[in-house]
Nanobody, 121 residues
Framework: QVQLVESGGGLVQPGGSLRLSCAAS????????MGWYRQAPGKQRELVAG???????NYADFVKGRFTISRDSAKNTVDLQMNVLKPEDTALYYC???????????????WGQGTQVTVSS
């Protein structure tokens, strides 16, 4: 099991930047992958970016070139640097961790409480 705590959300103008941080209660070495998801009102939760234990990253097409996910194993944190923010990036952003408890089993999802990002002038 792992607890996740997000921070860094807020209000920013279009074109601005924000950095989200997710602190995990356990070492990242026991977590198979981590990621950031978002959910806007009336919409389904969607993947924004992910990073595996090996450091491989993946991004949703709508954030490629603007967002960067990174991990700090010493601090047990995963950050999301968001640049050139757009009003459509407004959403509740959730940190996610996937832990595979045994070989050939489906990873278990863990979620943080979410942090609000609002992009508006």
């Amino acid at each position: 099991q792992v607890q996740l705590v997000e921070s860094g959300g807020g209000l920013v103008q279009p074109g601005g930047s924000l950095r989200l941080s997710c602190a995990a209660s356990r070492s990242l070495s026991v977590i198979n992958s981590m990621g950031w998801y978002r959910q806007a009102p009336g919409k389904q939760r969607e993947l924004v970016a992910g990073i595996t234990s090996g450091g491989t990253t993946n991004y949703a097409d709508f954030v490629k070139g603007r967002f960067t996910i990174s991990r700090d194993s010493a601090k047990n944190t995963v950050d999301l640097q968001m640049n050139v923010l757009k009003p459509e990036d407004t959403a509740l952003y959730y940190c996610n961790a996937k832990i595979q408890r045994a070989p050939y089993t489906r990873p278990v999802d863990y979620w943080g409480q979410g942090t609000q990002v609002t992009v508006s002038s």
